[in-house]
């Protein structure tokens, strides 16, 4: 018993002892463990640094080997990894991305830390400061990575002095690192890993890739966006016998693939995207060696070459290749059927090789596709192809995403092309030729459930809405344009309303009321177009929208007064051509995103309610074919983005001369057929100074046209006709550039939240040109008009006027103009209309008017002219009609010959000038030529780089526009196949 509980005792006491000489050997560790000194410069660095999330809560205490973050060496006690990313330290905190980051300052005792062989600052936010000297002194590093830390300014050069690096990363996307003298790197001989991406390097690339060439042991080289201007001719890589990932992407090469990279047999990374790659690509047979590639990217260049070329020369990669992206080139040429051999893709790309209509891969798709078994992603939207889809794309049972897009295709798409895809989660089809049907039984259930985008477009799917849809739990958007649906929209998608993304079912059939029950309040900025349709009854409040297009339906009632406060998320509403009436709500003033109003074409009553100062987001107004009444409310002006301002055809009365102040940006202004009176506006080029678009017709307004016209430097339409003016025509009319520089449409960029980016916004308003009312489009004839038509000047037409070398339509008609038709009008070399009729004009027709070559349409009658007919080019096709009330006109158009004028006279002359015309003529054509293979060359950036030329004011916003678009695709470029490989294909 004593025995027993004595040596209970000692067992107890012996634990004791045991215990805490175990806690006294673990303290005494950990205290020799965390070097002092070092705790110390530890603590200065976090005193110094911004921790908003207060994720270094743990940095307290003697145990700072034990802090987060914090490694050390555990026979020495030195610190030897110091990582401050956040996706590592501040766990915790829920929402990491969201989370702020570190930042502040780095205090200068990190240098005490000697030891340090891995430093990690990445993804703070240093406040745009230098990278500090001293991380320069840390030669024990091995891994340093300051990638995503928003330092800027020069990469300091004693970096070089950290030999022992194998890891540098000093990538960063939004910050502007630069470097100019790069011969420090070649000291880093030993780094497998370097990653300078969107560092600005303003060495030449030559140099750059010498150094390059001395690190042997290199695996990763990552200089995407660094501003390279060129690719060495021979390899820069001879030393390194095992480099796998080379990302060049984002530099602006302006050259062919150089035949030396088909040579790197270690590569299993390529990336080239945006890196304006140009001309064909020599040809690959025989010489692609690049046997491990993995991941080809080569998207957004200007690529020329055939596919089936190209997928036979590329065969070695056949099992290797994984992901193939050669989307945004100008490739052509079949798909081969040995493309079926590439069993490990994961991911083909050739979206948007048409650069024009008649361009980009072309043929059916080869029925070997349905090898393609590991195939998640497939996108061949914009190119050539046609033919019927083959069946066998059904087999493709990972298939996630299908982008069949804007080709040609032709036939029936059946239940079979679905059979197996139970994957799918995006669809999209569409045939520009209207020559596809999708045809499923009405019982079909497909293998796929969570369907969350379809888009088919220009496909026969109706009449009745497709049944399969209703399977599908999780379906955000529906995309269903021009697909022959008619009927009621079917009541389960108002259950689904509340997660809807898109909801697009314009020009289809649909013929029903707007449904109430339908509840749009998806997050994710919810959109619902049902233009080009049957609808009817009244306009409907669906709270959360963000664009609503209900244009041409036959909705009647009363505008809601309520909108602004309802639908107070609106960007997009159109609501024209439809039978509304009432007044315009003034409570739309509360929509304060609101960018693009369109109520054109309604029976609407009353004034313009007073859109004021808070509508700052507003673009375009179109309230044209109504029936408005009074003035434009002067705060129309201090809508700060106004492009366009669309009136015409309304009873709008006021005094014009007062209207306008300081609106700066507006662009059009029309005004057509309404009841102005006054003058043109005051002090125009101080009130409108970048107004292109100036239509003025049909009202009532006096005065005479003001020379502050001609200093408007971007008008290049302006219409005045039928007014009241009188006066002569300004003489400085030539002076005005707009008229002198090529036109091409009025293309506005305007934010789609369909695409989430800018997309080019073509109007739907009209202008009268040669006497006929066009609606504006693409396919104008003109868009370069001089209108005075219908009025009362007098005076002379100024001989300046055929300055404006690109004018295409000038109407000076029902005027009473004198003096001759100025003497050089031939240089008028766009003109496609001219009407100078009813007028007091003498004189002879000026023979260089035989030149004008594109002229279709003349009026010269009703004047006093004499002398002869041209008789050469297009004359020859005039009717004499045009001539008439002319008596002294002879020639023989008019069976009235000439031979009462004297010879010697104006005969020779017109002799004299015919061949004249003939050389111009040439030369002429031989510009024409010229410049139509230059544009068929360079395309579609010749529209839009006149149009981002022609205006200055708007150049600034398009730049800015798409610079941000530009460089979030580079970005997206770049990072989405990493993303893609760390999310997606790692795992596989
Ligand atoms: C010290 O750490 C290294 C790795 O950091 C580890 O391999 C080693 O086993 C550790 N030694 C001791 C004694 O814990
Ligand atoms: C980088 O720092 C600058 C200067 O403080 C700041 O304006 C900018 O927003 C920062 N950028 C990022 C991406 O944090």
């Known amino acids: 018993m004593e025995i027993t509980k004595i040596f209970a005792y000692f067992v107890i006491a012996l634990f004791f002892l045991f215990a805490s000489t175990q806690y006294l050997v673990t303290s005494l560790n950990v205290s020799t463990l965390c070097i002092k000194e070092e705790r110390v410069a530890l603590l200065k660095i976090k005193k110094d640094l911004k921790d908003p999330s207060n994720c270094l809560s743990s940095w307290v205490g003697e145990d700072c080997c034990n802090w987060k973050g914090i490694e050390c060496d555990n026979q020495t006690g030195h610190v030897q990894k110091f990582e401050l990313r956040r996706y590592l330290i501040c766990t915790k905190t829920i929402n990491i991305l969201s989370s702020p980051s570190f930042g502040g300052k780095i205090n200068p005792s990190l240098a005490d830390l000697k030891h340090l062989s891995h430093l990690d600052l990445s993804y703070s936010d240093f406040e745009g400061a230098p990278i500090p000297e001293f991380i320069g002194y840390l030669n024990m590093l091995n891994y340093l990575d300051l990638s995503n830390a928003n330092f800027t300014g020069m990469v300091p050069t004693n970096l070089g002095n950290l030999s022992n690096l194998h890891y540098l990363d000093i990538s960063s996307p939004y910050s502007s690192l630069w470097a100019r003298d790069l011969s420090w790197l070649s000291a880093l001989s030993s780094l497998r890993y370097l990653d300078m991406n969107f560092v600005n390097i303003t060495n030449s690339p030559h140099e750059l890739f010498q150094v390059v060439n001395k690190m042997s042991y290199l695996l990763e080289l990552h200089l995407a966006s660094c501003n390279l201007g060129a690719l060495p001719p021979s390899s820069p890589f001879l030393n390194s016998t095992s480099l796998s990932v080379l990302d060049l992407s984002g530099n602006h090469f302006n050259s062919s693939i150089p035949s030396w990279m088909f040579n790197m047999s270690t590569l299993t990374d390529l990336s080239l995207s945006s890196t304006s790659l140009t001309r064909r690509m020599p040809s690959m047979l025989g010489r692609w060696k690049l046997c491990k590639l993995q991941f080809l990217y080569l998207s957004y260049n200007s690529l020329i070459a055939d596919m089936t070329e190209m997928i036979e020369a590329m065969s ?95 036939g029936i798409m059946t239940n079979i092309h679905f059979h197996n895809l139970s994957n799918l989660r995006s669809l999209s089809v569409s045939s520009k030729k209207n020559t596809l049907a999708l045809k499923v039984t009405n ?3 497909p293998a796929f459930k969570n369907l969350s985008y379809v888009e088919i477009r220009d496909c026969k799917v109706g009449p009745t809405f497709p049944n399969w849809l209703t399977n599908q739990v999780q379906l955000n958007d529906i995309i269903l344009e021009n697909a022959g649906i008619s009927g009621e929209i079917p009541h389960w998608l108002y259950n689904i309303s509340s997660r809807i993304g898109i909801l697009d079912l314009s020009r289809n059939k649909i013929s029903d009321y707007l449904p109430k029950e339908m509840n749009f309040t998806s997050s994710n900025y919810p959109r619902v177009d049902f233009s080009h349709n049957q609808l009817k009854g009244s306009i409907q409040i669906w709270s959360d929208l963000s664009a609503l297009y209900l244009r041409n339906n036959s909705l009647s009632g009363t505008f809601p007064t309520n909108i602004g406060k309802e639908m107070s998320y609106l960007r997009y509403l159109d609501l024209s051509h439809n039978y509304l009436k009432g007044s315009i709500p003034l409570s739309l003033n509360k929509i304060q995103n609101l960018s693009y109003l369109d109520l054109s074409s309604n029976y609407f009553t009353g004034e313009i309610p007073k859109f004021l100062m808070g509508m700052h987001s507003l673009n375009i107004i179109d309230l044209s074919n109504n029936w408005l009444v009074g003035g434009i409310p002067t705060s129309i002006c201090s809508i700060p983005l106004l492009f366009i301002l669309e009136l015409s055809n309304n009873n709008l009365s006021a005094d014009l001369s007062s209207a306008f102040h300081n609106c700066i940006s507006l662009e059009t202004l029309s005004l057509r057929n309404n009841k102005f009176h006054g003058s043109i506006p005051n002090e125009i080029r101080k009130n409108v100074p970048s107004l292109s678009e100036l239509l003025l017709r049909s009202n009532t307004l006096t005065g005479s046209i003001p020379e502050e016209l001609c200093h408007l430097p971007s008008l290049s339409v302006l219409d005045l006709a039928e007014n009241d003016l009188s006066g002569s025509i300004p003489s400085c009319l030539g002076d005005i550039n707009g008229f002198k520089v090529p036109q091409t449409p009025f293309v506005y960029p305007v934010y789609s939240d369909l695409t989430q980016g800018y997309v080019p916004y073509t109007r739907h308003t009209e202008l009268v040109i040669g006497g006929k009312v066009i609606e504006y489009t693409k396919e104008m004839p003109v868009h370069s008009i001089i209108d005075f038509s219908k009025n009362y000047l007098s005076g002379e037409i100024p001989e300046n006027i055929t300055q404006l070398i690109h004018l295409g339509a000038l109407n000076l008609s029902w005027n009473q103009l004198t ?9 008028l070399t766009d003109l496609e209309y001219l009407d100078l009729s009813h007028n007091n004009l003498s004189g002879p027709i000026p023979p260089n008017m035989a030149s004008m070559t594109f002229l279709s349409r003349l009026n010269l009658s009703y004047n006093n002219l004499s002398g ?21 006109l002879c020639g023989d158009h008019l069976q009235k010959n000439c031979s009462s004028l004297l010879p010697g006279n104006g005969e020779q002359e017109i002799k004299h000038q015919d061949s004249e015309d003939g050389d111009d003529d040439k030369a002429e054509r031989f510009g024409l030529y010229a410049s139509i293979a230059v544009g068929y060359i360079t395309g579609f950036w010749i529209v839009c780089g006149s149009l981002m030329l022609k205006r200055s004011w708007r150049h600034a916003y398009f730049n800015f526009v798409y610079d941000t678009r530009d460089k979030l695709l580079v970005l997206m470029a770049i990072n989405l196949p990493r993303l893609k490989r760390k999310f997606g294909l790692e795992s596989n």
């Not at 003096?819 to 240089?827: A, D, L, M, R, Y």
């Open 868 to 888: 002869r007919i041209p008789l050469a080019n297009q004359f020859g096709t005039f009717d004499a009609s045009i001539y008439i009330g002319n008596p002294e």
């Open 316 to 410: 070695c990669s056949n099992q290797s290749l994984k992901s193939l992206d050669l989307s945004q080139n100008q490739l052509f040429g079949n798909l081969p059927n040995s493309l079926g051999q590439f069993k490990n893709l994961f991911s083909l790309d050739l979206s948007k090789n048409s650069w024009n209509t008649h361009s980009g891969v072309s043929g059916p798709i080869p029925a070997s596709i349905g090898n393609l078994s590991n195939l998640n992603s497939l996108s061949l939207e914009g190119n050539m192809l046609n033919g019927t889809i083959p069946e066998s794309i059904g087999q493709l049972t990972d298939l996630f995403s299908l982008n069949l897009l804007d080709n040609y295709w032709e």
């Open 819 to 827: 003096g001759n038709i100025p003497s050089k009008i031939g240089s």
């Open 443 to 445: 019982d079909w259930v």
